[in-house]
């Protein structure tokens, strides 16, 4: 059982927007640190695509968008893509573990 | 280009031991944390350690606490992670990961670990 939660599944017809959500705890989301977001393709290493909540590395498209309020956070895709297809992590950081807490990935579906 | 490539994933025997290596190149490796992340097959993401820039403090998951190690040799641009009396749940890809704020921003390709008989 993951310490962030996550659906694990999502879909919409190209052109749609999306959206996954990640709920955390007062002693990592709720406890103000930042929240980050991965895609991992099929068979290849996670890819950070989101960073300190809702800043995009250099490179990732700004169809992708993240938000934070209290012990939740946000994931949006707008204007979907085929290639979107994989699924997502969120992630954070927990002070009573003193380490990275990882949401249970959303397999995000294109149809 | 930031690049990590882990290297020493095999099949062991439970209770058995590796040795994970991660060789990095791209960055000044001195001035970042480095980390572990490992996957179980068909499985989500599991943070397992972490080293800060210096080496002088680590952090473990309490899933391996006690059981593995991570290290690094800065003028080797290196990390390490050593496993031992390794279990069948830690059947697993272990990546190497660059941290930045408590993110990791540059992921290694993978390394496999197979505990099995």
């Known amino acids: 059982q993951s310490v962030l939660t996550q659906p694990p599944s999502v879909s919409g017809a190209p052109g749609q927007t999306v959206s996954i959500s990640c709920t955390g705890s007062?002693?990592?989301?709720?406890?103000?640190?930042?929240v980050h977001w991965y895609q991992q393709l099929p068979g290849t290493a996670p890819k950070l695509l989101m960073h300190a909540d809702s800043t995009r590395p250099s490179g990732v498209p700004d169809r992708f968008s993240g938000s934070k309020s209290g012990s939740s956070a946000s994931l949006a895709i707008t204007g979907l893509q085929a290639d979107d297809e994989a699924t997502y992590y969120c992630q954070s950081y927990d002070s009573s573990l003193s380490g990275a807490v990882f949401g249970g990935g959303t397999q995000l579906t294109v149809l | 280009e930031v690049q990590l490539l882990e290297s020493g994933g095999g099949l062991v025997q439970p209770g058995g031991s590796l040795r994970l290596s991660c060789a990095a190149s791209?960055?000044?490796?001195?001035?970042?944390?480095m980390s572990w992340v490992r996957q179980a097959p068909g499985k989500g993401l599991e943070w397992v350690s972490s080293?800060?820039?210096?080496?002088?403090?680590?952090y473990y998951a309490d899933s391996v606490k006690g059981r593995f190690t991570v290290s690094r040799s800065n003028p080797d641009g290196t990390v390490f992670l050593q496993m031992s009396s390794l279990r069948v749940e830690d059947t697993a890809v272990y990546y190497c990961?660059?941290?930045?704020?408590?993110?990791?921003?540059?992921w290694g390709q993978g390394a496999l670990v197979t505990v099995s008989a």
């Open positions: 791209g960055f000044t490796f001195k001035s970042y944390a």
């Open positions: 007062n002693s990592n989301i709720g406890a103000g640190y930042a």
């Open positions: 990961a660059k941290e930045r704020k408590l993110s990791f921003d540059y």
């Open positions: 080293i800060v820039a210096s080496g002088l403090t680590t």
